[in-house]
């Protein structure tokens, strides 16, 4: 038998029925959308860290093809080019680079040839740059010129212009997508509360009819959605962040690859998800609430 | 036409040439004017599709006229904009024609709701609602939910809900509609009694036999439009 009634100990129970078979639906929902959200945010901070440090890489050196004239080895024009460089301002660092490297570089034209001392291949020089005040192609030309050597400069300017358009690319590409996963989020919600104001109907009118002002009641739902938003944001933003710290240990330090490095504290980006998807929820809930309570 | 009704002192609704239709359909009341006095108890009465829900609807503001002038409390209502109307209706308690029960709420939590709504702390009203339950028979059943009570304990609540605010004026459509006789009488009584401690009722009813024995005045409606009608049987009042 159930024990009797005790008015003292009764606590309100909440207008909406706790259960509501269309929350499950729209909690998995919004979680997916909030997965996707935060992994498109973490592979635009893993781009965006990638694309500047290869500018960054870029931006700091230059290349010098020194080709050797009249009777003077390649290693010797190598050799005076690096000593000419290195007293240019705007230069850290100048160093002619071994023969092997540039025997590289020219292999893959010429296959495996027994003696390549023979050609006159030419020769590399590293430049390391200033960061703050780098030395341009044209002085380090200029310098080359000066010195009587026959070379080429290249301070990777065309890389570095495709490399920021790509990275700038991915942004905004990566922004439209965030901003239609929001959007399509608040799509949801919206029609959750559609669904959920008719499925409880009954309790809109009878708060409506018996005094309840029109916030009121919108804030019910608005209370609702944004509580089911935030749980769904904290398990979506959960599994991207666990996805993330599995490729990062997978991947050791360089993350999913070279070309997406994720650090640890990139994780954390995944933390304001839950209270946006909430705020979203709770506007689009609000929204849709007012204009349907209006029309009662 | 109606002739003018004339405002008195203690007039708590009137209504002035009060014309209503729903959306573009046919009017379902026409040209009607009236004036009650507070405290008053009123019968509505007349055939199905009279217009006697419209009437109540128009009083407890789940609709507006199409034409005329409605006056609640001193109040004209077309005047006012749609954030007063919830002040208003907190005055109004509303016995529903399908009685419009939360059944996700015990019958407690349903009686207390409009307190809820109106911004009282459960400590202020925690007996009330106990008591009032009590009152109208279901103090054994406060902590049950609305699909496992009978017919006449849900109309109990329903009334039990409507007037546990103290509303000014209580309307009640068909109340007696799905009980037996008995249970109809001892729901008319409960009216009887609000109505001596000073609730203005409205009871919009088929049930001419009650009608006939309550000595009631009669608001009588036909085809949408208020029409005499005399008193028939006795004037007894019943259980009295």
């Given at each position: 038998m159930s024990e009797p009634f005790d008015p003292s100990r009764w606590r309100p129970a909440s207008f909406l029925p706790d259960e509501d078979a269309r929350d499950p639906a729209l909690l998995f929902v919004v979680a997916v959308l909030c997965f996707l959200a935060c992994l498109t945010g973490l592979g635009v901070i893993a781009g965006t860290r990638a694309a500047n440090g290869w500018a960054s890489q870029l931006t700091g050196e230059a290349t010098v093809i020194v080709r050797a004239r009249g009777g003077e080895t390649p290693d010797a024009a190598a050799a005076r080019a690096a000593e000419a460089l290195a007293a240019v301002p705007g230069v850290t660092e100048a160093r002619a680079l071994e023969k092997e490297k540039a025997y590289a570089l020219i292999k893959p034209w010429l296959g495996d040839v027994a003696d390549l001392d023979d050609l006159p291949v030419p020769r590399l020089v590293a430049v390391g740059l200033d960061d703050k005040k780098p030395a341009t192609a044209a002085t380090l030309g200029a310098a080359l010129k000066g010195h009587g050597l026959d070379a080429v400069v290249d301070d990777h300017s065309v890389w570095i212009k495709d490399i920021r358009h790509a990275a700038g690319v991915v942004s905004w590409t990566a922004a439209t997508l965030l901003l239609l996963i929001a959007g399509a989020a608040a799509a949801v919600v919206a029609y959750a509360t559609r669904a959920g104001l008719a499925a409880r109907r009954d309790v809109v009118e009878v708060l409506h009819l018996t005094g309840a002002e029109d916030a009121q009641i919108a804030n019910l739902f608005e209370l609702r959605f944004a509580r089911v938003a935030a749980l769904a944001g904290a398990a979506g933003a959960a599994a991207a962040a666990l996805l993330g710290a599995v490729l990062r240990l997978i991947g050791g330090g360089q993350g999913i690859t070279p070309a997406l490095p994720i650090a640890?504290?990139?994780?954390?980006?995944?933390?304001?998800c839950p209270l946006l998807a909430a705020l979203v929820a709770a506007v689009a809930a609000r929204v849709t609430a007012r204009r349907l309570i209006q029309k009662l | 036409m109606t002739p003018p009704v004339e405002p008195s002192a203690d007039e708590i609704l009137r209504f002035a040439g009060v014309s209503m239709r729903y959306g573009r359909g046919p009017e379902v009341l026409s040209d009607v004017s009236l004036s009650l006095p507070r405290g008053s108890f009123h019968f509505v009465t007349g055939p199905s599709g009279a217009g006697k829900s419209s009437l109540l609807k128009l009083i407890y503001l789940a609709a507006r006229p199409s034409s005329g002038q409605v006056r609640l409390f001193g109040e004209d209502i077309d005047a006012m904009a749609a954030r007063d109307l919830p002040r208003i209706r907190r005055r109004i308690g509303v016995v529903f024609q399908d009685l419009l029960l939360l059944d996700h709420l015990s019958a407690f939590d349903n009686t207390a709701l409009p307190l809820r709504i109106a911004g009282h702390k459960p400590a202020e009203y925690r007996n009330d609602v106990a008591e009032l339950l009590t009152w109208v028979g279901l103090g054994q059943r406060m902590n049950a939910l609305p699909p496992t009570l009978a017919g006449g304990e849900k109309q109990r609540l329903a009334i039990a809900r409507a007037v546990v605010n103290r509303p000014e004026i209580l309307l009640a459509d068909e109340?007696?509609?799905?009980?037996d006789h008995e249970m109809a009488l001892r729901i008319y009584r409960l009216f009887v009694e609000l109505n001596r401690l000073g609730t203005t009722v409205i009871i919009a009813t088929h049930d001419q036999d009650l009608v006939a024995r309550s000595a009631r005045p009669v608001l009588h409606l036909d085809k949408g439009r208020l029409r005499p009608m005399p008193p028939q049987g006795p004037l007894a009042e019943p259980g009295e």
């Open positions: 640890w504290i990139d994780l954390l980006a995944v933390l304001p | 109340p007696t509609g799905n009980v």
